[in-house]
């Protein structure tokens, strides 16, 4: 045998040393490595490595670039080329494939955006990482209740007290104005606007832009006042010179004519807190001090920044039990066990992580996120798997061309590559359609999400963009290039499928995945649905058609009594009231309820409605027992009424007369109702009471059915001659209510569109294979039909297949829709019953929807004339 | 633009293709050359001329026939074409001329 030449320094030759040059230089050092390798074979070897280093120079070296990439661009054009020819010649497979990914892709964009705006609620301001709201879990008979109000004290507490806080500022933000808007008056000018009352370091924590601002600091006094730029511009028609005006505020809870001490620039969209005017919390503190000052009371919200590289986990311990201590050292003891322990959340956390059960964070916005995004990435799924089982179904097309390609000398890595890049144009197209189509449809998708979501290309967008039509192109040309690169070149170019038993389960599999996943999403449409009609639908306890609300606000010369009296005589009103609080959610709680029979620890949390005269029988709340306030007997000062959640917490018996001590003061129970909602749905009805007051802020105007339109234009007027200046704003129960349930519509209003393009994609793929199948068999077909086969058993050969697939997909399904929505159903109190017929009705409209689909091929195909598909060979 | 001129080695080598018309290939070259000049030679170098002269003009080359020898490698013959003459011819009269210039001294 021959000694060889050493084997790397060869290689290297041959991998830089020119073609033209190669043979004649290795076959020279081969023939002297030989005779030197005679004398001395170490002497041999290193001389031969030696001398081919020594090649390694200009004029030898091959000019890599251009002879490697004219063989990659040829192959390149030629694949490219190769795939557009298919895309020509298979029209009704392209189209499918585009549909499919398309709006899978569409799909995933939209939610992608969503997802993305929603995850970066409050992510802008500055301090992001080390800015904190404290929160307090007030201990109640149904277990601790999360809130955002804190003693108005904490805040300044807090930072004398920790070390590791920056800065801290109490603020009350608009919420707790009773969510009613204040009016803001230049002159004549009058608006609604939302207003925070806060403390000088606010803006050291929160980095608001500030526009413009006096010398002095931004809250020098009490009665100072930041407005927004987009309120300035609204006043003043302009933003600057306007420090130092002064401007009149109105609002049931505090009013005043205050200065103008800086303009900031209003929160944008992506900020969950919105608001016009900045005060100084100083003036609600010195105003209402008895609340705010005392650790017994919670209220305003408390923000904090703390300092750099603090342990949050640490600080959390250490202010757990601060309200306690500072509550023990200022009362003692007493009602101790109702003193909440304090805690933090990141302020830009608690946008999506804002639902709290029992003390502890569970779910909330982020649910939907999670939810969406799942559900984006199986519309995906969905659209890949129509394009794997087409491309592999057509292979049997394409036989002959990987034979050929196979036996010329392409490696599977090549055809790999090929059918890679294949699905890579492919998605590449239906991602230039998606972003059309997401362009399209986002003004209607804003609408139904209630956001401002704008495709604007930035650097994250695109390549967030790229990134899944990558990764989308990939998984859906990974089978396919897996299978066809695999297909033996012999057997191919005979014309034979070598189809590993394997391979038709595969696409089977797929087929049934796309529709369980089609069928789960069907079913939560139904479901969500359902519930959404059953809330919307359901005896609330209270008849909340046909009223309508609004705000007892502004001057009202003729005095309360007298405005309420015109009002009812107004032609179409049927009733007016007033109202202290709203049925969906607002209402105030107390605990100081002692009544008979009460023991010491006992503690039930009661929500308090104040109700003027009529209103109970205007809501049509039904009365178990006892009577309902009257203004002919007795004084309403003294009565009460519970509704029968609250008597059977108290376990009263026969409770019509007997008194009970509200906030210390003897009240005598005239009647109990029965329970009605006043909250959501996720809400048991709490135990509360109704009090009688007069002339309460919220008024309540019953209207005859059939003449909505023109009794408001006629309480519009009415209401514009006693309030010149203010806009009439008013708003329907029903709104409100509807309002209450704005995420679970949204929900269904979007799964409803992704149910339906799920199906649709689904059955575009279901499409395609029965065609394709359809066209495979046709010779078959021809024969059965020869031999006298009917066009009926045809049809049945054909989709009996498909059927089998289906009812495959529909037992899968239906147990797992059933978890599913179970689960869903589980956040409300009050549900619908999971009824057989969701889910047979489910399977059945798919059933039908594929039978469809198949229908119209198989038809079609049957109904040909045998000697149309005989008559070539 | 390919000059006429040819350096020392490059001459040496051109020589020696000349002297073997046409069976003149890289190792016999290398091995003739060492011989003479008593010694080592890179066949690198003898390479780099070759490739250089071919670019010039001087030498044409055809691959031979295959062989087992040599790893199964073709060997490429080196040729003189004309040009490559009459410069070795221009050389070896210039070098002549000035060397009958040289006065009879005697060097004893």
Redo the contacts between chains.
């Keep these: 045998m021959k000694p060889s030449p050493p084997h790397r320094a060869l290689r290297f030759l041959r991998w830089f040393c020119r073609e033209d040059y190669i043979e004649e230089i290795e076959g020279d050092l081969t023939e002297v490595f030989e005779k030197q390798y005679e004398q001395s074979q170490a002497k041999a070897r290193r001389k031969f490595t030696w001398s081919v280093i020594r090649y390694f120079r200009p004029g030898f070296i091959k000019s890599f670039n251009t002879s490697y990439s004219t063989n990659t661009i040829a192959m390149f054009r030629h694949n490219f080329l190769l795939t557009f020819r298919n895309f020509k010649r298979y029209k009704g497979s392209f189209f499918i494939n585009l549909i499919g990914l398309s709006t899978g892709l569409a799909c995933a964009l939209l939610i992608y955006l969503w997802v993305n705006d929603e995850v970066h609620m409050d992510k802008f301001l500055k301090n992001d990482e080390r800015l904190y709201q404290v929160k307090q879990n007030i201990p109640t008979a149904d277990g601790p209740l999360t809130t955002d109000g804190t003693p108005g004290l904490l805040a300044r507490t807090l930072i004398d007290e920790m070390p590791e806080i920056e800065y801290a500022s109490s603020a009350i933000t608009s919420s707790w104005f009773d969510a009613q808007n204040g009016v803001i008056s230049i002159g004549d000018t009058h608006f609604k606007a939302k207003a925070q009352m806060v403390e000088e370091d606010y803006f050291n924590i929160f980095s608001w832009n500030i526009i413009h601002r006096g010398k002095d600091r931004l809250l020098p006094d009490k009665y100072a006042v930041l407005i927004s730029d987009e309120l300035a511009t609204r006043l003043f028609q302009r933003t600057e010179n306007i420090i130092g005006k002064t401007i009149t505020w109105k609002h049931e809870d505090f009013e005043g004519e205050f200065h103008i001490t800086g303009v900031f620039e209003k929160p944008p969209a992506n900020s969950s807190t919105q608001f016009d005017l900045l005060f100084n919390y100083e003036f609600m503190l010195e105003k209402d001090a008895d609340n705010l000052e005392h650790w017994g009371n919670s209220g305003p919200c408390t923000y904090l920044l703390v300092k750099a590289g603090t342990n949050i986990e640490a600080l959390n311990d250490k202010i757990r039990d601060f309200r306690k201590t500072k509550y023990k050292a200022l009362v003692g003891t007493k009602y101790l066990e109702h003193i909440g322990t304090l805690f933090l959340q990141r302020y830009s956390d608690q946008y999506l992580y804002d639902h709290y059960e029992n003390g502890v964070q569970s779910g909330g916005r982020i649910m939907y996120v999670k939810l969406f995004s799942i559900i984006a990435v199986f519309l995906l799924i969905i659209g890949a798997i129509n394009f794997m089982n087409l491309s592999t179904a057509r292979a049997s097309r394409r036989m002959s061309e990987i034979g050929i390609k196979k036996t010329v000398g392409a490696s599977r890595k090549a055809l790999m590559f090929q059918f890679l890049g294949e699905s890579m144009l492919m998605t590449l197209l239906s991602s230039m359609v998606a972003i059309l189509i997401v362009a399209l449809l986002l003004p209607e998708f804003n609408a139904i999400t209630g956001k401002q979501i704008e495709l604007s290309f930035s650097k994250e967008v695109i390549s967030s963009i790229l990134a899944i039509t990558l990764i989308t192109g990939l998984f859906s040309g990974s089978y396919p290039a897996l299978f066809l690169s695999r297909l033996r070149p012999i057997s191919t170019l005979k014309g034979k499928m070598d189809f590993s038993t394997g391979e038709p389960w595969i696409r089977k599999g797929l087929v049934v995945f796309q529709f369980v996943i089609s069928l789960i999403l069907i079913v939560s449409v139904l479901v969500v649905y359902q519930q959404i009609e059953f809330i919307q639908t359901k005896n609330l306890g209270y008849n909340k058609d046909n009223i309508m609300s609004f705000v007892r606000e502004g001057q009202q010369d003729t005095g309360a009594e007298a405005f309420m009296n015109e009002l009812k005589n107004i032609p179409g009103v049927v009733q007016a009231s007033t109202f202290g609080h709203d049925l969906v959610g607002d209402y105030g709680g107390t605990g100081a309820v002692v009544w008979e029979g009460k023991k010491p620890d006992q503690r039930i949390n009661f929500g308090n409605l104040e109700m003027d005269y009529d209103l109970i029988e205007m809501l049509e709340i039904e009365m178990v027992a006892g009577r309902s306030f009257s203004k002919e007997l007795g004084s309403n000062r003294t009565q009460i009424i519970f509704n029968e959640a609250a008597i059977a917490a108290m376990g009263l018996e026969d409770p019509i007369g007997k008194t009970i001590k509200l906030w210390g003061q003897e009240r005598e129970i005239i009647g109990v109702a029965k329970n009605f909602h006043f909250e959501s749905f996720y809400e048991k009805v709490k135990p509360c009471f109704i009090q009688c007051y007069p002339d309460l802020q919220n008024i309540l105007v019953k209207i005859k059915a059939g003449m909505e339109k023109e009794t408001l234009t006629r309480i519009e007027d009415f209401y514009q001659k006693h309030n010149k200046e203010l806009p009439f704003d008013y708003r329907f129960l029903d709104e409100d209510y509807q309002a209450l349930y704005a995420a679970e519509q949204r929900v269904s209003a979007l799964s409803k569109y992704f149910a339906g393009i799920a199906i649709l994609v689904s059955c575009l793929g279901l499409f395609g294979l029965v065609a394709f199948t359809a066209e495979r068999r046709l010779k078959e077909i021809g024969i059965r039909k020869v031999l006298g086969s009917s066009e009926l058993g045809i049809i049945k050969l054909l989709s009996g297949d498909f059927t089998r697939m289906v009812l495959v997909a529909i037992a899968i399904a239906l147990p797992l829709s059933y978890l599913v929505t179970r689960e869903w159903l589980k956040n409300f109190a009050y549900r619908i019953d999971l009824a057989w017929w969701f889910f047979i009705s489910a399977g059945i409209m798919v059933l039908l929807i594929a039978w469809v689909t198949v229908g119209i091929q198989t038809i079609k195909v049957a109904r040909i004339s045998p000697t149309e598909c005989l008559k070539d060979e | 633009m390919i000059e006429h001129s040819l350096g020392e080695f490059e001459e040496l080598v051109l020589l020696m293709v000349a002297a073997h018309h046409d069976e003149a290939?890289?190792?016999l070259i290398?091995e003739n050359l060492e011989e003479k000049l008593g010694k080592k030679i890179?066949?690198?170098?003898i390479?780099?001329a070759l490739?250089r002269m071919e670019n010039k003009g001087f030498v044409k080359s055809r691959?031979g026939g295959i062989t087992n020898?040599?790893?199964g490698?073709?060997?490429?013959f080196y040729a003189i074409t004309a040009l490559g003459k009459r410069v070795l011819d221009n050389q070896y009269a210039l070098r002549t001329s000035i060397y009958q210039q040289i006065p009879k001294i005697s060097f004893s």
């Design positions: 290939y890289g190792v290398l890179n066949i690198s170098a390479h780099v490739k691959f020898e040599r790893g490698r073709r060997k490429k």
